[in-house]
């Protein structure tokens, strides 16, 4: 039973900040991947940031010096810290978990239902 609820999203000034969180609960949180996806009205939904169970991260190209991936595996959180927004960056932000059973080998996605996140010029 395996869940995902983001919170933190709102609406901003261009320039602004926000800080997205996502609890995960019914899993091993700490050694799976976790990531955040985006998707604008129109759009394909796009993948935003990554990190691993480790603590090492990725961003998109269009995200990078701007947003920091982070995780608290005590809390079961991951985090997304989004500074200088920009109103391209308008969007509902999904959080992912990618769960790999040792046993099978098999990999499973696990997402959340999203936050809206309004950047304004």
């Known amino acids: 039973q395996v869940q995902l609820v983001e919170s933190g999203g709102g609406s901003v000034q261009a320039g602004g900040s926000l800080r997205l969180s996502c609890a995960v609960s019914?899993?091993?949180?700490?050694?799976?991947?976790m990531g955040w996806y985006r998707q604008a009205p129109g759009k394909q939904r796009e993948w935003v940031a990554q990190?691993?169970?480790?603590?090492?991260?990725n961003y998109a190209d269009s995200v990078k010096g701007r947003f920091t991936i982070s995780r608290d595996n005590a809390k079961n959180t991951v985090q997304l810290q989004m500074n200088s927004l920009k109103p391209e960056d308008t969007a509902v932000y999904y959080c992912?978990?990618?769960?790999?059973?040792?046993?099978?080998?098999?990999?499973?996605?696990?997402w959340g239902h999203g936050t809206q996140v309004t950047v304004s010029t």
């Open positions: 990190i691993t169970g480790g603590g090492s991260t």
């Open positions: 019914g899993s091993i949180f700490r050694i799976n991947v």
């Open positions: 992912q978990m990618k769960r790999v059973v040792a046993s099978t080998g098999d990999s499973y996605n696990y």
